[in-house]
């Protein structure tokens, strides 16, 4: 069974930066796209930004440009670097991961997800 384990949620002021890591139980190379969502309270889940076992990736309009997905296969671990975050950045996080892949980055039907961790930011 793949497991997803989220960590580096936090709260952080207007401006500030956080870098979230999503450890996999296995390789992530097994994976042909893994990505991040989030939700924030009362509203739909938002895919924010993925990435394929070939290292290309893609972003959400609202984060292009502040946030960064990479990943490091010796570490089975796949990164959301989030900078210059807004008060609108507040949210769970969540990581996933699927072994298929889909054409369109937007529709990849996700089968592994992590438990979320929190991400807050002050005005």
């Known amino acids: 069974q793949v497991q997803l384990v989220e960590s580096g949620g936090g709260l952080v002021q207007a401006g500030g930066s956080l870098r979230l890591s999503c450890a996999a139980s296995?390789?992530?190379?097994?994976?042909?796209?893994m990505g991040w969502y989030r939700q924030a309270p009362g509203k739909q889940r938002e895919l924010v930004a993925t990435i394929t076992s070939g290292g290309s990736t893609n972003y959400a309009d609202s984060v292009k440009g502040r946030f960064t997905i990479s990943g490091d296969g010796a570490k089975n671990t796949v990164y959301l670097q989030m900078n210059r975050l807004k008060p609108e950045d507040t949210a769970v996080y969540y990581c996933?991961?699927?072994?298929?892949?889909?054409?369109?980055?937007?529709?990849?039907?996700?089968?592994?997800w992590g438990q979320g961790t929190q991400v807050t930011v002050s005005s």
């Open positions: 996933a991961a699927d072994p298929e892949g889909a054409g369109d980055w937007k529709k990849v039907p996700y089968d592994f």
């Open positions: 296995g390789s992530i190379f097994s994976f042909k796209a």
